[in-house]
């Protein structure tokens, strides 16, 4: 949520870049932005969603009132569950002239469930962000550059396309997504010392920093659950990132 923010997407969008906005704006949010944005930044955002009944409700109002948006972003931390392909058939259901992305695997055969349950785009990751910690505290997760390759030939093999998400620290990270077949390559903590982001400032040692964590993090948690659940661990980090002043100075 520090990094798919309004401020963000108005930035990017003067480099054609794209901006999956987080899930926790309000439809007021929603409207003030979107009522003041350009036609390059609203063709260049998704709406992020998660699977429950009042996640799928924001998703329609948002469109509904902003028909000029064309993408949706089902956005889970590990897409293996029956109740999340039965969510992305129904967003088909509900959308069917909008370009869905769905998220986030990392095997073939659950690439082309995906694609096959009315997604276009399937997001490729678990585990690799900087400030995820899903591989150490679960076992689950596998290494980003062999499922990019596996899914990208699974995906385009049925028409649809692939987006590696998370694990680019350096400009080569991108270029090794996107050799290895993605379409799209999604990043968070490359950009999170910036203005355009929401992370709380902090000065120590007189440098200045920016908070970045995980959406499963203790921060995270605490912020819009009420902390982690007892039944398990937090599978995020809270990290310092140097504050690098103003987006455009950098890309």
């Given amino acids: 949520d520090t990094v798919g923010t309004f401020e963000m997407a108005k930035t990017v969008a003067k480099r054609k870049l794209f901006t999956a906005i987080h899930k926790h704006y ?3 949010e ?4 979107a009522s003041n944005s350009s036609a390059e930044v609203l063709k260049n955002i998704a709406v992020s969603t998660g699977t429950g009944e009042e996640d799928s409700q924001k998703v329609s109002q948002i469109l509904s009132e902003f028909p000029q948006i064309n ?4 956005d889970v931390a590990n897409g ?4 999340f392909v039965n969510f ?10 909008k370009v869905i992305i769905a998220g986030n695997v990392v095997s073939p055969e659950m690439t082309e469930q995906l694609i ?22 679960t076992g689950v997760g596998y290494p980003q550059l062999s499922c990019i390759l596996e899914c990208a030939d699974a995906a385009h093999g049925l028409g649809g396309l692939v987006m590696s998400d998370g694990g680019c620290t350096c400009p080569g990270d991108f270029s090794k997504a996107f050799g290895a077949g993605a379409d799209f390559v999604m990043s968070g903590g490359i950009f999170s010392g910036h203005d355009e982001t929401s992370g709380e400032i ?3 040692d007189g440098k200045q920093y920016k908070l970045f964590y995980g959406m499963s993090s203790d921060t995270a948690m605490k912020k819009y659950h009420g902390g982690v659940a007892e039944y398990r661990s937090s599978e995020g980090k809270t990290v310092k990132i ?6 455009l100075n950098t890309i």
């Avoid at 293996?80 to 109740?83: A, I, M, P, R």
């Fill in 26 to 28: 309000s439809i007021e």
């Fill in 80 to 83: 293996y569950s029956e109740h």
């Fill in 116 to 137: 096959l349950s009315g997604a276009d785009i399937i997001k490729i990751g678990i585990g690799p962000g900087s400030v995820c910690t899903t591989r150490k505290q």
């Fill in 242 to 247: 140097p504050y690098k002043g103003p987006l």
């Fill in 202 to 204: 902090i000065i120590e």
């Fill in 30 to 33: 929603w409207r003030n932005f």
């Fill in 71 to 74: 993408f949706i972003c089902v």
């Fill in 88 to 97: 992305v058939q129904k967003m088909r259901k509900n959308h069917p002239k």
